[in-house]
C-alpha cells in the first residue's frame, strides 16, 4: 500500500516536472506580453515532432535529438515572434487571444499535413525502470525531475543576475518605465517568448519516451493543463508556477491511480474553475512575479 | 560637427494620431538653465516633454540638439543623446530593490563608470543608500520620486525633462525634490519642469515659459510676472490691459 502511494508521488512529481517546463515558459511570455499563447502546447508538440524526426530518419541518438528539437523550434519560433507575437505589445487581449489560437491551428495542421495525423511511435530515452526498495520508476522519469531542477534554478540565475533576464522583469512590471531607461521592449518579447516555447519543446522531448506516442494535435491537451497551472501560479510568477506544477502532476497521479485514468484529465479542468472563482489571483501574493 | 547643448525647439507640432496638441512651439533652453513650463490643463506641456523624448507623433517641426535634429526620433536614441525624462505618476519598477532600479537606469551605459555612477547618485541621494535593499514599490511617494529622479541622472544627461514632481507628495517631500533638482541644475545639467505648483516652480527655476493651446505665449524670468498676472495668462491667454484693471477695480469698488 505504502509502495503504491510513494510510487504515485513520484510519478506525479515527475509528472509536475513535466508540466513546470512547459508552463514557466507560458507564464513568463504572459509576464512581459500579457496575452496568454494559446498555442503554446504546439511549440512542445514541434520540439517532440523534431526530436521524433531525427530519430527515426537519421537515426540520431536521443540527447542529439533533444537538442535538434528545441533548436528547430526555437528557430520557428523566432519567425513567428518576429511577424506576429511584436505586434501584440500594447495590443488589446482579444487580438492576442485569436492570433495565438490561428497560430495554434497552423502549426498543428501543417505538421499533420506533412507528417500524417497518425500516432507516432517515440522509442529512445531511458525506460529502464530503477528501484529503490521495492518502489520502482522509469530512469527517464527521473531524467525529467533532475532536468526541471537544472531549469527553474537556470531560470533564476537568468532573472537574477544577467541582463536580459533583468529586462524581462522590468517589461513585466512597468512597460512605460523600460521605455525611460531605454529598454527595448520588442527585443525583450522576442527573447522571452523564444526562450518560453524552447523551454517547451524541451519539455516535449524530455516526455515522449514516457509517453511514447507522438501525433499532430498533442500539444492542445498540454495548452490546456498549462492554463490552470499558471492561474494557480499567479500569472508570472516563476516559482508560483514550479509549485502550482506539481500540485497539479501529483494530484493527477491519485486520481488516475485511485480512480481511474479516464479522470486524470478533468482534475486540471476543475482546479482551474476553482482557482478562478476562489483566488483568480493565484495561491500567492497577487504581487510576487519574476 | 559642434556638440551644442541648447535645445533649440523650432515651430514644433505634434500630437496623437488625429489629434493636434502642439500647434508650432518656439523654445530655446541654452545649457545650465532651470526652465518652468506651466499652463492650464490641455496646453500641451506634458506633450511637449514626451515629444522631446520620442514618444508622441511628430507632425513638423524640428528640435535642435548636439548639432542635429531629435525630432521624431525614438526615446533609445533620445536617451543615448543625453536627454532623460521623469514621467509624471510612478516610473519605476515596483517589484525591485532600489540597487536594482538604479542597475535598470543605467541599462543602456555599459561601461566601467556604472558602479562609480551608482556610489556618486547614493552620496547625493542618502535617504536611497539606508534603503538600497528596499523594493522600490514599498517605498513612500516622496521616496519613489527622488529614486526616479536618481535613475535618470545615472543615465548621465545633460538636459533632465522633469513632469509634476510634486503630485501627491507631502510638502516635506516636495521640499526634497527640489533641493535636489536644484542641486542638479548647479553641477550643470539644463532641466525643463512642468509643475502644476507654480508658486514652489518660480521659487526654482531662472526662467518661466507659458503654454497655452500648444502655443508659448509668454516667455520671460519669473520675477517679471506676478501671480495675478498668470492667473489672467492662464485664463485669457493674454495678460489685462491697464484700462481693463482699473474697470476691474471700480467693479470691485461698486
Same mark, same amino acid.
Given at each position: 500500500m505504502m509502495t503504491i502511494f510513494l510510487e504515485q508521488i513520484l510519478n506525479g512529481i515527475s509528472t509536475g516536472a513535466v508540466y513546470a517546463i512547459v508552463a514557466v515558459g507560458m507564464t513568463m511570455i504572459f509576464g512581459v506580453?500579457? +496575452?496568454?499563447?494559446? +498555442?503554446h502546447g504546439e511549440y512542445y508538440m514541434l520540439g517532440t515532432f523534431g526530436g521524433w524526426f531525427v530519430i527515426s530518419t537519421i537515426g540520431l541518438p536521443y540527447p542529439a535529438a533533444v537538442i535538434v528539437g528545441v533548436v528547430v523550434t526555437m528557430a520557428i519560433a523566432y519567425v513567428i515572434g518576429r511577424f506576429v507575437m511584436q505586434r501584440m505589445?500594447?495590443?488589446?487581449e482579444e487580438g492576442s487571444v485569436v492570433a495565438t489560437l490561428g497560430i495554434a491551428l497552423i502549426l498543428q495542421n501543417t505538421v499533420i499535413l506533412v507528417f500524417g495525423g497518425g500516432y507516432k511511435f517515440f522509442s529512445a530515452g531511458y525506460i529502464e525502470p530503477v528501484f529503490f526498495g521495492d518502489i520502482g520508476i522509469a530512469q527517464q522519469r527521473l531524467l525529467i525531475i533532475a532536468l526541471c531542477i537544472a531549469v527553474f534554478v537556470g531560470l533564476e540565475l537568468l532573472v537574477t543576475y544577467s541582463r536580459m533576464g533583468k529586462a524581462m522583469r522590468a517589461v513585466s512590471q512597468n512597460v512605460e518605465a523600460c521605455a525611460v531607461v531605454g529598454i527595448d521592449v520588442r527585443t525583450v518579447v522576442l527573447s522571452t517568448f523564444v526562450l518560453g516555447t524552447g523551454l517547451a519543446a524541451f519539455s516535449g522531448i524530455l516526455t515522449a519516451p514516457v509517453n511514447v506516442s507522438v501525433y499532430g494535435g498533442m500539444g492542445e491537451i498540454i495548452t490546456f493543463k498549462t492554463l490552470p497551472i499558471i492561474v494557480m501560479g499567479g500569472l508570472g510568477n516563476v516559482r508560483g508556477t514550479l509549485v502550482a506544477a506539481m500540485i497539479l502532476g501529483i494530484a493527477e497521479s491519485f486520481v488516475a491511480g485511485n480512480f481511474g485514468l479516464q479522470y486524470r484529465d478533468s482534475v486540471g479542468f476543475v482546479t482551474l474553475i476553482l482557482m478562478l472563482l476562489w483566488r483568480p489571483h493565484g495561491l500567492f501574493s497577487a504581487r510576487a512575479r519574476f | 560637427m559642434v556638440a551644442d547643448n541648447t535645445l533649440s525647439i523650432r515651430d514644433l507640432r505634434a500630437g496623437y494620431a488625429s489629434l493636434d496638441i502642439l500647434n508650432g512651439v518656439t523654445l530655446d533652453i541654452p545649457q545650465g538653465q532651470f526652465v518652468a513650463l506651466m499652463g492650464p490643463n490641455g496646453a500641451g506641456k506634458s506633450t511637449l516633454l514626451k515629444t522631446i523624448f520620442g514618444m508622441t507623433q511628430h507632425k513638423g517641426g524640428n528640435i535642435g540638439w548636439n548639432g542635429g535634429d531629435i525630432a521624431g526620433k525614438t526615446s533609445r536614441h533620445v536617451l543615448g543623446q543625453g536627454i532623460s525624462y521623469v514621467p509624471q505618476g510612478r516610473c519605476n519598477f515596483p517589484l525591485m530593490t532600489v540597487q536594482e532600479n538604479l542597475e535598470m537606469a543605467a541599462y543602456t551605459i555599459r561601461d566601467a563608470g556604472v558602479k562609480s555612477d551608482r556610489d556618486y547618485v547614493y552620496d547625493l541621494f542618502p535617504a536611497l543608500k539606508t534603503r538600497r535593499s528596499t523594493l522600490a514599490g514599498n517605498m513612500s511617494g516622496g521616496e519613489q520620486q527622488l529614486l526616479e529622479v536618481a535613475m535618470a541622472v545615472l543615465q548621465r544627461p545633460k538636459l533632465l525633462l522633469v513632469d509634476e514632481p510634486s503630485v501627491g507628495l507631502s510638502p516635506a517631500a516636495i521640499g526634497v525634490v527640489f533641493k535636489e533638482l536644484i542641486r542638479l541644475q548647479k553641477e550643470g545639467l539644463s532641466i525643463l519642469l512642468v509643475e502644476q505648483n507654480t508658486r514652489k516652480a518660480m521659487e526654482v527655476a531662472d526662467r518661466a515659459v507659458i503654454l497655452r493651446l500648444g502655443e508659448v505665449i509668454w516667455d520671460g524670468r519669473p520675477a517679471d510676472i506676478s501671480h495675478d498676472e498668470l492667473g489672467d495668462l492662464f485664463l485669457t491667454g493674454r495678460m489685462r490691459t491697464e484700462h481693463e484693471t482699473s474697470r476691474h477695480k471700480e467693479t470691485l469698488s461698486v
Open positions: 506580453l500579457r +496575452a496568454i499563447n494559446f +498555442a505589445i500594447g495590443m488589446p | -
